[in-house]
């Protein structure tokens, strides 16, 4: 899928598009972009509508950014200052999109199921972010 695609956008488009498909009981998967220090901008997505900026440290997904780690939400209505971009969002996996030089964003999973992700899930889904920042160039 990715394979000789060195695009960030192109290779993310794909890679959320594959993952909506295949992955069950999602609502939303997709990309933010870490545009600077202090924010992430939407990317390419499957799914709702979604927020378009979202501050590093607010959501799931600047926490994730802010605390430098993957976050496996079992039921966001838990999570202290859950953005709620789509109101049928009930569980939330976020990882890391990163490289030697740092984090550049997030892959971000959503499914109205709550406890819909588990470790695994996580494992899975960290593997396909490192395949997808290794195929891909994110020069300016």
């Known amino acids: 899928l990715l394979e000789g695609e060195r695009d960030s956008i192109a290779n993310a488009a794909n890679t959320s598009a594959l993952i909506y498909q295949m992955v069950p009981d999602l609502n939303w998967a997709g990309f933010y972009f870490l545009q600077s220090d202090e924010e992430l901008v939407l990317g390419p997505f499957q799914g709702k509508p979604a927020c378009?900026?979202?501050?590093?440290g607010k959501g799931?997904?600047?926490?994730a950014v802010d605390l430098d780690m993957s976050m496996l939400i079992k039921d966001v209505h838990d999570f202290p200052g859950h953005i709620a971009c789509d109101a049928d969002s009930r569980s939330e996996l976020v990882v890391l999109l990163r490289d030697d030089e740092g984090i550049f964003g997030v892959l971000d999973?959503?499914?109205?199921?709550?406890?819909?992700?588990?470790?695994?899930?996580?494992?899975g889904i960290e593997k396909l972010a490192a395949i997808?920042?290794?195929?891909?160039?994110?020069?300016e």
């Open 52 to 56: 378009v900026r979202i501050a590093v």
């Open 109 to 123: 999973l959503d499914s109205p199921l709550p406890g819909r992700f588990d470790k695994e899930d996580q494992a």
């Open 60 to 63: 799931v997904c600047g926490t």
């Open 132 to 139: 997808y920042v290794a195929a891909s160039s994110f020069e």
